[in-house]
């Protein structure tokens, strides 16, 4: 085993440091910036009670445990680091696992003097130093803030190693189970966003005590292992006891994995890989339907981010209203820096906020489907379809119609679901016709990002992945935290998000240049990719 | 306009360059319509670059080419409407079944013949429901494979097809390529197996360091195969060195080992069994063998 452990640590020298100091430094970051928004009681006693009588709050978050530091910095960070912290496991897992099978890569090692268990326990070695070393960092990182002891930082780095090792134990498990290193990684990160799910449902469904400012959650998050972890409420009441059903799992999984393995043959998997259908379906035979399929996958999850962003809104509309009258004017100063426009009302702002948010992630799926034409040129499969009569602007204008869809879609799906969560409220005639016209004006600025990511692919294919996605990174940037940077205004005004119009619209002429500015970038692909060579 | 009605492909002192690497350095190549033409030459060669700007996916830096009398690179999607084409290396869509693949390749041509597309997957033992990623090298390229043959072309251009197929696959591609023959297709069929050219083409070009160092019928060329013998014999060694044919005599071991050219073949067994066998191994050349002896020199010098 320490052969097979010394050669997961080599292949890991540096993805696993990324990993743990990325993830110790993002919380280091975020620890010290709730200390400095939400430091004093006041601040506290407004925000936790808010978000107890707003489910829409609690599931993006997690339940308060009374009014202090420690309370506030499990409820802003603990579920969302323990997902980084199950991703993390999940991807150690099938790279040493069942990825590793797949390749081929394993055969190679079992031909030699090792024992067939070992690579996997070498795995299991491997996860759990990470996971006890993770656990360590961020319980230094929670000890940085003031009015936390150290009993509370070391339950809390406790509870992200425990939740951590309960993910590498389900990991380690569906990778004996799933045919395939992708199968076995979408099983894996389903599991974990699961777990959140579960959490955020069972967290939104609990009985509020707006007297303590705690919160009684459901019985959902008593099922998931992020539920449980967060439920160790670290940094107030530590409760260590309730560290037990993660590690029970995390034993129960890795003995699970071990056992399967022991008995299995190499590249065989519990699940059988499915098989696909003999005929293609008359969708399929053009490079459109092509595209469309090959896309398809990441669009739904696109979509469903789009789709969750818009269903928040309505009820977080409505917490604004709240806000509003309780009065955070640090909180609403914030927000009206990053909505262009400078809008008063505090609805509207909230619906242009999480309506940018749409916008951007609408971009994001536009740029993936505008790079795909790039990754299939990269793996040698475009020049089966070149060899064909398709003449390569096709295949470059169908992949970036297959964008432009995906945009639309994303924003759509947002729409419409912002659209719907307002009818609780009685709303949905004046909130939800405006979310929706907020979303469909996010459009023409989102499509600038897979026009430029199309223009990348014809002109400068080995970089365009780079320069699309950092390109796309500086429009994130500028586009939420330009005014909060205080950035100078000539190159705020480049981002395409810094020109939306606000609903209802008054002046239609951006848009237009928008609109045109998609249209020519595209063309200009189009144009230049008769240019040059295939290039792999 | 002669030339063009006879051949399917022409090309005269292509150019391609990557770089400071000369990967087509004064190509000619010239294949007539309803010959199977072999394409011959070691890894690195140029033969795929060839293939590549013959296919309309690299434009060339220099010389002219036609295919099916059109500019390869001006007029790729009308060539390509009578053109099949396997790479050497299949890459698939991972999550595709091969079924679909086929289906979607011949779709963009026209549509697959479904007889044809029957048989040939029955021929070829591969199951159209597997998904792309699923499947070894020989079946990637057995799904490309019948991509091509399942829908009549009127050039076929094949690049290193067999290299993952097994003897009996290799089989019934050849028969394939012989039924294509004979319904008045052109093959471009690159490799470095030299059987496999000898049983399928009337006519080869090799290549070597991006240029074509020899061209023309396999009967032209059979000074090109020796064949290399190991025996122990009674015969002295000088007495074998001065039969017509023997080239490169040396003594291992007891045994001698030698080459002979192919057409003197009988005459020097002849002076063998005559004096006595008591062992006797023949082995053809490899085509890289042949490359080092008979061009490694010359073009070493010319370049």
């Not at chain 1, 070498?122 to 656990?135: E, F, Q, R, Y």
């Not at chain 1, 469909?440 to 199309?454: D, K, M, R, T, W």
């Not at chain 1, 970089?463 to 205080?486: E, H, M, T």
């Not at chain 2, 019948?146 to 003897?167: C, H, I, K, N, Q």
Request: glycine letters at 10%; aromatic letters at 6%.
């Amino acid at each position: 085993m320490r052969h097979a452990l010394a050669l997961q640590l080599r292949r890991d020298r540096l993805i696993m440091p990324v990993w743990i100091l990325g993830t110790a430094l993002l919380a280091l970051g975020s620890v010290a910036a709730v200390v400095t928004e939400y430091g004093a009681h006041a601040q506290q006693l407004t925000v936790l009670r808010l978000a107890l009588v707003n489910p829409s709050v609690l599931a993006f978050r997690g339940a308060p445990n009374g009014v202090s530091t420690g309370s506030m910095l499990w409820f802003e960070l603990f579920s969302w680091l323990a997902v980084v912290a199950g991703l993390m496991n999940v991807f150690l897992a099938t790279r040493h696992g069942r990825a590793d099978e797949e390749s081929g890569r394993r055969e190679l090692v079992a031909a030699t003097p090792l024992a067939r268990s070992a690579p996997l326990a070498a795995s299991l070695a491997l996860g759990t130093v990470a996971n006890l070393v993770l656990g360590l960092l961020l319980a230094g990182a929670f000890a940085t803030a003031s009015g936390v002891d150290a009993a509370g930082a070391l339950t809390a780095g406790a509870t992200f190693a425990v939740t951590g090792l309960a993910f590498l134990g389900i990991a380690l498990l569906v990778g004996e189970l799933a045919p395939t290193g992708r199968s076995a990684n979408g099983i894996g990160v389903t599991v974990v966003v699961a777990a959140y799910v579960l959490r955020a449902a069972g967290d939104s469904l609990g009985t509020a005590h707006l007297g303590s400012v705690t919160l009684d959650v459901a019985w959902p998050s008593w099922i998931s292992p992020i539920g449980w972890g967060e439920q160790v409420l670290a940094l107030s009441a530590n409760r260590a006891v309730l560290l037990l059903p993660g590690f029970a799992l995390a034993v129960v999984g890795a003995v699970a994995a071990l056992a399967i393995h022991a008995r299995r043959d190499l590249g065989a998997s519990v699940l059988p890989d499915r098989l696909g259908r003999a005929t293609a379906s008359p969708a399929l035979r053009g490079v459109l339907g092509l595209d469309w399929r090959l896309h398809r996958p990441a669009l739904v999850g696109w979509a469903i981010g789009g789709a969750v962003l818009g269903l928040a809104t309505g009820s977080l509309a409505h917490a604004a209203g709240d806000l509003t009258s309780s009065g955070s004017p640090q909180i609403v100063q914030t927000l009206k820096l990053i909505v262009p426009g400078g809008r008063e009302e505090l609805q509207s702002l909230f619906i242009g906020v999480l309506m940018l948010l749409v916008g951007l992630l609408a971009a994001a799926a536009g740029v993936q489907g505008a790079l795909r034409l790039r990754q299939e040129e990269a793996e040698g499969r475009a020049e089966l379809l070149l060899a064909a009569p398709v003449p390569r602007w096709r295949l470059l204008l169908d992949g970036w119609i297959v964008a432009v869809l995906a945009g639309v879609i994303v924003m759509v799906a947002a729409g419409l679901l912002a659209w719907l969560s307002f009818l609780p409220g009685g709303d949905a005639g004046d909130g939800g016709v405006h979310a929706f016209g907020q979303a469909l004006a996010e459009l023409p600025s989102a499509l600038v990002f897979p026009g430029i990511a199309a223009l990348a692919v014809a002109v400068v294919p080995r970089a365009s992945v780079a320069i699309a996605w950092a390109l796309f990174a500086i429009g994130v940037v500028i586009g939420l935290f330009g005014q909060l940077l205080q950035l100078p205004e000539a190159i705020i005004r480049i981002s395409p998000f810094d020109h939306i119009p606000n609903v209802p619209f008054t002046d239609g002429g951006p848009t237009v240049v928008l609109l045109a500015i998609d249209v020519v970038l595209a063309a200009a692909a189009v144009v230049l990719i008769r240019r040059r060579d295939l290039s792999t | 306009m002669v030339s063009r009605m006879t051949n399917a492909i022409e090309a005269a002192g292509l150019v391609k360059t990557f770089g400071r690497t000369r990967a087509l350095d004064g190509l000619d190549l010239a294949v007539a319509e309803g010959e199977v033409h072999g394409f011959l030459g070691p890894n690195g060669a140029g033969k795929s670059t060839t293939i590549r700007v013959l296919l309309g996916l690299l434009r060339a830096h220099g010389g002219r080419a036609s295919v099916l009398g059109r500019d390869p690179w001006r007029d790729a999607v009308a060539i390509h409407r009578d053109l099949a084409y396997v790479p050497g290396d299949v890459a698939l869509w991972p999550n595709l079944s091969g079924g679909e693949t086929i289906d979607l390749l011949t779709g963009l041509r026209g549509g697959a013949d479904p007889a044809l597309r029957t048989r040939l997957l029955a021929d070829f033992e591969l199951d159209p429901r597997k998904k792309g990623r699923g499947y070894s090298k020989g079946n990637r390229q057995k799904v490309a494979l019948v991509a091509a043959f399942a829908r009549p072309a009127r050039l076929y251009v094949f690049d290193e097809p067999t290299s993952g197929l097994d003897p009996v696959m290799e089989a019934v591609f050849q028969a394939e390529v012989r039924r294509v023959r004979a319904e008045g297709a052109t093959v471009l069929l690159s490799s470095h197996i030299l059987s496999e050219v000898e049983e399928l083409c009337e006519r080869v070009t090799i290549v070597r360091a991006g240029r074509a160092v020899e061209s023309g019928t396999l009967a032209d060329m059979r000074h090109l195969t020796r064949t290399s013998i190991r025996t122990t014999t009674r015969a002295s060694a000088a007495e074998i060195a001065a039969l017509d044919g023997v080239h490169d005599l040396q003594e291992e071991a007891g045994a001698l080992v030698f080459d002979v050219d192919t057409d003197r073949i009988d005459g020097v067994l002849a002076a063998l069994t005559r004096a006595g066998v008591s062992t006797l191994t023949a082995t053809p050349p490899s085509l890289e063998e042949l490359f080092l002896r008979h061009y490694g020199d010359r073009v070493e010098q010319s370049a």
